[in-house]
């Protein structure tokens, strides 16, 4: 059966990518088994993954939520607000106004001000000694100061929300949700955005990205505080957490490569490729969700409305029919189309951002510390949602 890919206790080793093979190859859309609701179809396949996420008039990102587990009336409403549980057209009545501000030749603005801040961040990683634990001595701070100068939050703040939106996706871990229940970290971040938002208007605009979130209009309206905080939590939740996820992982995937890291090293004119394959490897999203509206038949499986059916990212990155040798961690992987950034309506938002932040990374730090390895064992985030590693102890030296 197939209801270990819903146990946040599956991952908490590693994604189990010799299970998925054999699922895959056997049944590509599966029935997972869920305590306490209905389960859901869990699709395997890169091209079925890709089927799913073009055909959001079949499945809706909208009517349940993008994650397994059914949410509280409220917790849903909610999330319906939020830029990646819409569906079209109001998907795209949301995304335009904002979309202007993440294309590449503006992102790429941003390389000077993203090497200088990754430059001040392992200038204070060198002041901590040579044995760090790399997830948030180093890889947490790049998304939470460039989000965080993107919006305009008073950088005393930066920490605190890293720490929400840390809790807030990590709510099945007790470690990260530090006893907190289940969505209070979203309360908690959304609460800070309202009072945010209120200090902005009451300012004035200050040429960043909160002024366009608050000045323009949003499907024929201008965003309340409330609207505003749903948007600020899937924006900071999302850029913080896939970021770091990113960054960390792609260390770790060189670390216990060294034929890789090398091959980096000399020539690092491979790190666009590199940045790819990493998020192939290891993408920071194991799935997110859809619900049928319709009947349908996906891979000789009936699929009736109102079931859940979710798109397991890790399966499909390593698609033998997709990617040649794919448990095979290869830096100059050509072509490389993994889904980590989804496809179609929803492709990822940030994507020229992550891009630009993966290469900067890891340029500079294989430049600075050209000695660096692991200095214990790595820990996981125990999470059926999350591909996060939770720390990982290295040495500079």
Not at 28 to 54: I, Q, T
Not at 99 to 124: N, S, W, Y
Not at 217 to 233: I, K, P, T, Y
Request: proline share 6%; hydrophobic share 40%; aromatic share 8%.
């Amino acid at each position: 059966m197939a209801g270990f890919i819903a146990d946040p206790d599956t991952y908490v080793d590693g994604p189990p990518h010799e299970r998925f093979d054999a699922l895959r190859a056997t049944e590509p859309v599966s029935w997972v088994a869920m305590d306490g609701e209905p389960g859901y179809w869990a699709v395997l396949r890169h091209a079925d993954v890709v089927h799913v996420s073009k055909r959001s008039d079949v499945f809706s990102a909208t009517e349940g939520g993008v994650v397994v587990e059914n949410l509280d009336p409220v917790a849903l409403e909610n999330m319906r607000d939020m830029l990646l549980a819409m569906d079209p057209p109001r998907h795209t009545a949301y995304r335009k106004p904002v979309a202007a501000e993440f294309k590449a030749r503006v992102i790429a603005e941003l390389e000077d001000r993203v090497r200088g801040v990754v430059t001040t961040i392992l200038d204070r990683a060198d002041e901590k000694g040579s044995e760090l634990e790399f997830v948030h001595d180093v890889c947490a701070h790049l998304p939470s100061q460039i989000l965080g100068e993107l919006m305009g939050l008073p950088a005393e703040d930066w920490p605190l929300v890293h720490a929400m939106a840390e809790r807030n996706s990590g709510s099945q871990d007790p470690d990260v949700a530090d006893g907190q229940k289940r969505g209070s970290a979203a309360v908690e971040m959304a609460m800070y955005a309202m009072q945010f938002a209120a200090s902005r208007r009451e300012e004035g605009p200050q040429g960043d990205l909160t002024d366009v979130l608050l000045g323009e209009e949003f499907d024929g309206h201008l965003m309340s505080d409330v609207d505003f905080a749903r948007f600020f939590v899937q924006l900071v939740t999302a850029g913080n957490d896939t970021t770091r996820t990113m960054l960390s992982s792609g260390t770790l995937a060189l670390l216990q490569h060294p034929d890789q890291l090398a091959a980096l090293r000399a020539n690092t004119s491979g790190m666009p490729a590199a940045v790819e394959e990493v998020l192939r490897w290891a993408n920071p999203l194991h799935y997110f969700r859809r619900t049928a509206i319709v009947d349908t038949r996906l891979a000789d499986v009936d699929i009736a409305t109102g079931d859940k059916v979710a798109m397991i990212y890790t399966a499909a990155n390593r698609d033998p029919e997709v990617f040649s040798r794919p448990h095979t961690f290869d830096t100059t992987r050509n072509p490389n189309p993994h889904l980590s950034f989804g496809i179609a309506t929803h492709f990822c938002l940030g994507v020229h951002l992550a891009r630009l932040e993966g290469r900067v990374f890891f340029e500079e730090v294989l430049q600075r510390w050209p000695n660096l390895e692991l200095a214990g064992t790595p820990t996981r985030q125990r999470s059926n949602l999350n591909n996060s590693l939770k720390t990982l102890p290295v040495r500079t030296t």
